[in-house]
């Protein structure tokens, strides 16, 4: 069957810890975004350094009313425990997620791009979006023209990591013209594919949109 999602309310708590098969502990730590502007509640999930502005990635088939949605990531500081701690911190954004009700999600479902059914995956197969430029994330369906400049070393995606001597983020980024926001994020351990699922509330609402990075360990990893 096609991947299943894991416990992403463990991730999002903070505190949370896992271990590596080599020893290396990663605790949690929730970080804050900011608000992202959906004007039109058509949510896109990609890498901003290669998709964004380019008219082609294209929004999840289920959307939201317009409105602002809080953007968080579960950052995971990996540390080794017989060592003292770094003087910076080794973090790596294990997964991000926007929050669209804050309610818990009872079940999960992969977010879907137009074309794609899970009914053609194999084993443990997922649609995601690639990742070639080590970043993510999350944007409103008509605010890509309004980041034409993100391909590249230049623009204002680039200067939210570059401002902040690239840490993790997530960075809210705002397009000085028209005022559209785009919420960006490192990808975990960098480049790959990387799937997105909604959040589903007991109700049926949607609760959030979560990208999983794969930071954290295979449950068969122990």
Do not use: K
Not at 56 to 72: D, H
Not at 188 to 214: H, K, M, N, Q
């Amino acid at each position: 069957m096609p991947m299943t999602a894991r416990d992403y309310a463990w991730l999002f708590t903070p505190g949370s810890t896992f271990t590596y098969e080599s020893g290396t502990v990663g605790t949690i730590h929730v970080a804050g975004g900011g608000e992202l502007w959906l004007p039109t509640g058509q949510v896109v999930a990609c890498d901003p350094f290669v998709s964004v502005g380019l008219g082609e990635a294209e929004p999840f088939t289920v959307s939201v009313a317009p409105g602002r949605y809080r953007v968080e990531a579960a950052v995971a500081t990996l540390a080794e425990p017989d060592e003292p701690p770094a003087d910076e911190p080794h973090l790596r954004v294990a997964a991000a997620r926007l929050v669209v009700r804050d309610e818990p999600a009872v079940r999960w479902e992969p977010a879907l791009c137009p074309g794609q059914d899970t009914a053609a995956l194999g084993e443990d197969e997922f649609y995601g979006y690639g990742v070639d430029a080590g970043a993510g994330c999350f944007y409103d369906a008509a605010a890509d023209a309004s980041f034409a400049e993100g391909e590249g070393d230049e623009g204002p995606v680039w200067d939210a990591f570059e401002n902040s001597d690239w840490a993790p983020g997530p960075h809210l980024v705002t397009a000085p013209d028209t005022g559209h926001t785009l919420a960006a994020f490192s990808s975990g351990w960098g480049d790959g594919a990387y799937p997105t699922w909604i959040g589903r509330s007991a109700a049926g609402e949607v609760t959030c949109y979560l990208t999983d990075f794969f930071v954290l360990p295979d449950p068969d990893e122990g």
